[in-house]
T-cell receptor, first 113, second 117 residues
């Protein structure tokens, strides 16, 4: 039973345009949601997070939106750059924020020059 | 030097062999984790440790064991490797004190790619 789902395995966008990566979850008790980025041969690196009591968090070119009623979050990258090409994982912090993260399957983003 | 170091980075072994993956960190974090990544499944938690005397099973602990030798060291063992344990393994750390002020951000190592023939 996948509690965190990223239904799009891949996404291709043109440099300068917006990239939108989506994530759905099933457990309304999650406290925090995080996005990680992973390059080949490297470990995932933290990108941005959002508390379950917020609906938006912004950090430079990256914005995460949370829609609790729909149990859906999205990561917007504007403008997209070739260096953003990577695998993006959505993760949810377990009940009680114990530190355990539950990850989605990942979405591979390709930004074309 | 990396904050979280995993060794070996790559290992090919045969079915039935014992394998140990090692992880060391310089972050000074109390919490350490082992995750496994498989194509199409994302990262799944194998074991986690909140301090030297605390070891907990994750969602896929069968066939694995761990040892927390010190605050900075957390190793993962496969007592008798099987082909479906072929995967990319990640060690991660986090600062437990940060839980009171925000999301628990994990710092990952570069990964250990294990192939079981």
């Amino acid at each position: 039973d996948q509690q965190v789902k990223q239904n799009s395995p891949s996404l291709s966008v043109q440099e300068g345009r917006i990239s939108i990566l989506n994530c759905d979850y099933t457990n309304s008790m999650f406290d925090y949601f995080l996005w990680y980025k992973k390059y080949p041969a490297e470990g995932p690196t933290f990108l941005i997070s959002i508390s379950s009591i917020k609906d938006k968090n912004e950090d430079g070119r990256f914005t995460v939106f949370l829609n609790k009623s729909a149990k859906h979050l999205s990561l917007h990258i504007v403008p997209s750059q070739p260096g953003d090409s990577a695998v993006y994982f959505c993760a949810a912090s377990g009940i009680g924020n114990t530190g355990k993260l539950i990850f989605g399957q990942g979405t591979t983003l390709q930004v074309k020059p | 030097d990396a904050d979280v170091t995993q060794t070996p980075r790559n290992r090919i072994t045969k079915t039935g062999k014992r394998i140990m993956l090692e992880c060391s960190q310089t972050k000074g974090h109390d919490r350490m984790y082992w995750y496994r990544q498989d194509p199409g499944l994302g990262l799944r938690l194998i074991y986690y440790s909140f301090d030297v005397k605390d070891i907990n099973k994750g969602e896929i602990s069968d066939g694995y064991s761990v040892s927390r030798q010190a605050q900075a060291k957390f190793s993962l063992s496969l007592e008798s490797a099987i082909p479906n344990q072929t995967a990319l393994y990640f060690c991660a750390t986090s600062d437990g004190d940060a839980l009171n002020s925000g999301a628990n951000v994990l710092t990952f190592g570069a990964g250990s790619r294990l192939t079981v023939l």
